[in-house]
C-alpha cells in the first residue's frame, strides 16, 4: 500500500514526539511492505514564526491532498501575547475547517498496568474504563457568531451556539456506527432542560435510534455525564455530544486513565482522510530534554492505519507492542512510579520497536 502522510511535526516537545511516531511508522511499512510518503506541513507556531499566519492556505492545501493528517500539539509561551485570530490554536480549527472534520473520537481506556495512577478509587477502575467519546467538531459556539459591545455604558458579550438538523444528523451517524462495531449502547450528552439546541439534538438522535435497533440508546445531562465519568465510568460504551461539551468531557476522561500521555485521537469526515494527534498539549516546559512521553502520538498513528487505510493488522501490531513494553515495566517520566523502569523518549520508541 501506498499513501501520502502529512506531517506537522508542531510546536516545542511535540517535534520530538512526531520524530518517534515517524520511526514506528517506517517500522510499520518495512515489516508489512507498504510505503510512506511524508509531506510537511507547517501549522500553529512553526507557520506563525515562518509566515505570520497559523495556517497559510498553502499548507492547508497540502493537507488537501494527502490521505491522511499526523498532528503534534501546537502552541507555547512563545505565541501567547498574539491576538486571538492569530494564535497557534487557530490554526487547529482552521485545519478542521478546512478538512471538513466534523467528528472527533477519543477513547477513554485505561490500560491496566497504569491503573495505580489514575486519581480514581481502585474499586471503580477494577470495573474498567473502556469508552469512547464522539465529539461534534466544527459547529457550536465554538464556530458560532462572537459579540463584544458596550449597551448602556455596560460591556456585554454575546456568544451563539448553532446547530442544524444535518449537522446533528452526520455527527450522530458517526455516534451510532460506531457503538454498532463495540459493545452496541449510545449515550447523547445534552442540556435539554436549558438548550434548544439539545432539544434538537435529542429529537434528531431519537429518530435515528429506530434504524439502529440492535443499539442501546439514552440520553443523559452533562453535569450528571460529567460526575458518572468519575463515579462509574464503566457504564459508558459510546458517548455522542456537541462541540464544547465533547470538548469538556473528553478532557476529564483523559484525566481518569492514569496519563494524559497514553490518549490518542482521531477526527474524521465524510471519507476515510483523517486528522490523527495525541490529546495532550506542547509541553513547552520539557521541550529539547528527551522526557517527554510519545506514545499518545504513536497510539494515534495507530488509529491512523486503522480507521483511514484499514490496515487492523498493522495497528494492532503497534497497540501490542505498546502494551508488552508497559508490561516490562518501562515508563516515562510523567507516568513513573517507584520499582518501574525509566525510559526517555526515544529509548521507549526503541523497546517498542523491539516488539514490534
Not at 467519546?133 to 460591556?155: D, M, P
Amino acid at each position: 500500500m501506498k499513501k501520502k502522510i502529512g506531517v506537522i511535526r508542531g510546536d516545542c516537545s511535540s517535534r520530538e514526539i512526531v520524530a518517534q511516531t515517524l520511526r514506528v511508522l517506517d517500522a510499520i511499512a518495512h515489516k508489512y511492505g507498504h510505503e510512506w510518503e511524508y509531506v510537511d506541513v507547517a501549522m500553529g507556531g512553526d507557520a506563525i514564526d515562518r509566515y505570520g499566519n497559523p495556517l497559510p492556505d498553502h499548507e492547508l492545501e497540502k493537507c488537501l491532498n494527502c490521505d491522511a493528517v499526523l498532528l503534534g500539539a501546537v502552541g507555547g509561551p512563545k505565541w501567547e501575547g498574539l491576538p486571538g485570530d492569530q494564535r497557534p490554536e487557530k490554526g487547529l480549527l482552521a485545519l478542521r475547517k478546512g478538512m471538513g472534520l466534523f467528528s472527533n473520537l477519543r477513547p477513554a481506556k485505561i490500560w491496566p498496568q497504569l491503573a495505580d495512577a489514575s486519581p480514581l478509587k481502585k474499586i471503580i477502575t477494577d470495573q474498567g474504563i473502556d469508552f469512547v467519546i464522539v465529539r461534534e467538531l466544527t459547529g457550536g459556539v465554538y464556530f458560532g457568531q462572537h459579540e463584544t459591545n458596550e449597551v448602556a455604558g455596560v460591556r456585554q458579550a454575546i456568544d451563539y451556539m448553532p446547530y442544524d438538523e444535518n449537522e446533528i444528523r452526520r455527527i450522530g451517524k458517526v455516534g451510532f456506527e460506531t457503538a454498532m462495531k463495540r459493545n452496541k449502547k449510545l449515550t447523547l450528552v445534552d442540556k435539554a432542560n436549558v438548550l434548544d439546541t439539545s432539544r434538537l439534538w435529542r429529537s434528531v438522535l431519537y429518530e435515528m435510534a429506530k434504524d439502529y435497533p440492535e443499539v442501546e440508546f439514552d440520553v443523559m445531562f452533562v453535569d450528571n455525564c460529567a460526575m458518572q465519568i468519575c463515579k462509574n465510568p464503566s457504564q459508558f460504551d459510546v458517548i455522542v455530544t456537541e462541540n464544547m461539551f465533547g470538548d469538556i468531557l473528553s478532557d476529564e476522561a483523559s484525566e481518569i486513565t492514569g496519563s494524559i500521555g497514553m490518549i490518542p485521537s482521531s477526527s474524521l469526515g465524510e471519507g476515510t482522510r483523517g486528522l490523527y494527534e495525541p490529546i495532550h498539549g506542547s509541553a513547552p516546559d520539557i521541550a529539547g530534554k528527551n522526557i517527554v512521553n510519545p506514545l499518545a502520538c504513536i497510539l494515534s498513528a495507530a488509529m491512523m492505519l486503522r480507521y483511514s487505510f484499514g490496515l487492523e493488522k498493522e495497528a494492532s501490531a503497534i497497540e501490542q507492542a505498546t502494551e508488552a513494553v508497559l508490561n516490562e515495566g518501562w515508563r516515562t517520566a510523567d507516568m513513573y512510579t517507584e520499582g518501574m523502569k525509566k525510559a526517555y523518549c526515544d529509548q521507549i520508541t526503541d523497546l517498542l520497536l523491539e516488539k514490534l
